[in-house]
C-alpha cells in the first residue's frame, strides 16, 4: 500500500456551515485534532469536513458534521446535546467511529490471500 503524499487534516478539510463563523475555526478545528490520525489516510484535496449549528445556544440546537470522501459514500453525524463543546466532541468522535467502520468494511476480512496480495508490489506475482 503507498503512502498518502498529501493526506487530510482537519484545518486543511473543515469548513464552517449555518450557525458559525470563520472566527469559529480555529477552536471547532482543535476540538476535532484528534481526527487528524483517521484522516491521514485519505488525500486532502478528496476529503471535506462541514460543521454546522442549528439554533446555537438555545434548547434543541443540533450540531451537525458532514464529512466527503472520494469515491465513498457521505457521512454525516449530529448532536443535540445542549453544550456547544459537547455537541462538538459528540459528533467528532462519531464520525471517528463511522470512518472506521467504512474501513473495516471495505477491508477483505477473511480473505488472507487478497490482504496480502494488497500489499504486494505490483510487479510481483503470487505462487501458490
Same mark, same amino acid.
Given at each position: 500500500?503507498?503512502?498518502?503524499?498529501?493526506?487530510?487534516? !482537519?484545518?486543511?478539510?473543515? $469548513?464552517?456551515?449555518? /450557525?458559525?463563523?470563520?472566527?469559529?475555526?480555529? #477552536? +471547532? &478545528?482543535?476540538?476535532?485534532?484528534?481526527?487528524?490520525?483517521?484522516?491521514?489516510?485519505?488525500?486532502?484535496?478528496?476529503?471535506?469536513?462541514? !460543521?454546522?449549528?442549528?439554533? $446555537?445556544?438555545?434548547? /434543541?440546537?443540533?450540531?451537525?458534521?458532514?464529512? #466527503? +470522501? &472520494?469515491?465513498?459514500?457521505?457521512?454525516?453525524?449530529?448532536?443535540?446535546?445542549?453544550?456547544?463543546?459537547?455537541?462538538?466532541?459528540?459528533?467528532?468522535?462519531?464520525?471517528? $467511529?463511522?470512518?472506521?467502520?467504512?474501513?473495516?468494511?471495505?477491508?477483505?476480512?477473511?480473505?488472507?490471500?487478497?490482504?496480502?496480495?494488497?500489499?504486494?508490489?505490483?510487479?510481483?506475482?503470487?505462487?501458490?
Amino acid at each position: 500500500m503507498s503512502a498518502v503524499t498529501d493526506p487530510a487534516t !482537519v484545518r486543511e478539510c473543515l $469548513r464552517v456551515g449555518a /450557525g458559525f463563523s470563520q472566527g469559529d475555526l480555529n #477552536w +471547532i &478545528a482543535e476540538q476535532f485534532g484528534t481526527l487528524d490520525a483517521r484522516l491521514a489516510a485519505f488525500h486532502a484535496d478528496s476529503t471535506e469536513l462541514e !460543521v454546522s449549528v442549528k439554533d $446555537r445556544e438555545a434548547r /434543541g440546537q443540533k450540531v451537525t458534521l458532514e464529512c #466527503w +470522501i &472520494a469515491g465513498r459514500q457521505k457521512i454525516v453525524t449530529t448532536s443535540a446535546e445542549e453544550d456547544l463543546r459537547a455537541a462538538l466532541n459528540d459528533v467528532r468522535d462519531d464520525l471517528r $467511529r463511522k470512518l472506521n467502520d467504512s474501513k473495516t468494511k471495505q477491508e477483505p476480512r477473511h480473505n488472507r490471500h487478497l490482504r496480502e496480495a494488497g500489499d504486494l508490489e505490483p510487479d510481483v506475482e503470487l505462487v501458490e
